[in-house]
């Protein structure tokens, strides 16, 4: 155990190397948050570790990755070839949360285009800062689903544990961006009244791993976290919530795909990828490792206007889901949290897209047209 002086010390290193990071848990927790004196908890869960490990060698490639993600909108406009007026705009527009975006991500926009759909998903805009009637801070009632803190129970047989606020791309119409991470649990340790409450409750057969994003933690903690779950016997599946094989394909390492297939809980990913060419082929290359080791793969996307409110991009992400393996399970009416009222798709213009891709994708291609209402025993699946 460290005593007080020494602790302090390693909350300092902690901070620092969360803000290289900028992840958006961190990014979201209030100053007066960041002051807290054992803030070595913060990093623990994610292992940001200490400053030796972070100068080692042995790091893997994709944290060396993360840590290179932009942050900065003029570095992304200058990249694009889009005019300084752009990111003039995305500066003052963050409104706390601020730009994050993967190189690998990057490499699948267009440069020179402004209105390039997976650039409006990362790049902060004015319309941000509007407050519009009806979109709020919790659309989901999470504070509500909450049985402790990190740890939510909307659906029945089913938990959700929030095990960090990291991410590796801050996608604008976030329904979390303004979610309370700083009180979430950082530590195994801090699990533990969540993984007793799991093991208590014989209806949940499966434990879904959420964030911030899941895959943003190093896999010596998540298989920590993991074994524990693996020896709860009523649970049957684990379940992860990821961005990153998609924004950060590296993530997908031979160590978290021997990890992730070798317990006893059937693995399930589900990607959330919003348009064709976010897909790359080192993207399907991830995909195929975990498809040809056994684990299911389903995609969830949010219908965005300006992304993919049209057939055509609908049709071609799902054709393109399932040229990699992935089932399109479902298309996602927009949650409406603050700051992504101007992605918001009329429910109308939703089902009519569902009803001519049904005309165009053999039925197993077309995703359920949903929407999560708080409160409600299961997703509304509209069509
Ligand atoms: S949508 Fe997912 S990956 Fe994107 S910012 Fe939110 S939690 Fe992170």
Known sequence: ???????????????????????????????????????????????????????????????????????????????????ASLAEESAASTGGFPLLVTKSYLECMQPGDADDPLLRQVLPRRAELESVPGFVSDPLGEEAAQLQPGMLHKYHGRVLLVVTGACAIHCRYCFRRHYPYA??????????????????DQSISEVILSGGDPLTVVDSRLFQLA??????????????????????????????????????????????????????????????????????????????????????AQRDLCERLLQLGVTPYYLHLLDRVTGAAHFDVPESQGRTIIDQLRSLLPGYAVPRLAREEPGAASKVVLR
Not at 249 to 270: A, D, H, K, M, Y
Request: hydrophobic share 40%; proline share 7%.
């Open 183 to 200: 009180d979430s649990p950082k530590t195994i340790t801090a699990c533990e009244p969540a993984i007793a409450q799991i093991a208590e």
């Open 1 to 83: 155990m460290a005593e007080p002086g020494e602790k302090r010390q390693f909350a300092a290193q902690a901070v620092a190397f969360d803000s290289i990071l900028e992840l958006p848990c961190d990014s979201r927790i209030s100053p007066k948050a960041l002051q807290f004196p054992d803030m070595s908890d913060l990093s623990a869960i994610s292992d940001l570790g200490s400053h030796e490990r972070r100068k080692s060698s042995a790091e893997p490639h994709w944290r060396a990755e993360l840590r290179s993600a932009i942050r900065d909108p003029y570095e992304l406009c200058r990249k694009l070839k889009l005019p």
């Open 227 to 312: 074994a524990r779950l693996d020896e709860i016997p009523h649970l049957q599946r684990l379940r992860i919530h990821s961005r990153l094989p998609v924004v950060l394909p590296s993530r997908i390492c031979t160590e978290f795909q021997n990890w992730f297939v070798g317990g006893r809980l059937r693995p399930i990913i589900v990607i959330h990828a919003n348009h064709a060419a976010e897909l790359s082929n080192e993207v399907g290359d991830a995909l195929n490792k975990l498809s040809s080791r056994g684990v299911m793969l389903f995609n969830q996307a949010v219908l965005l206007k300006g992304v993919n409110d049209s057939v055509t």
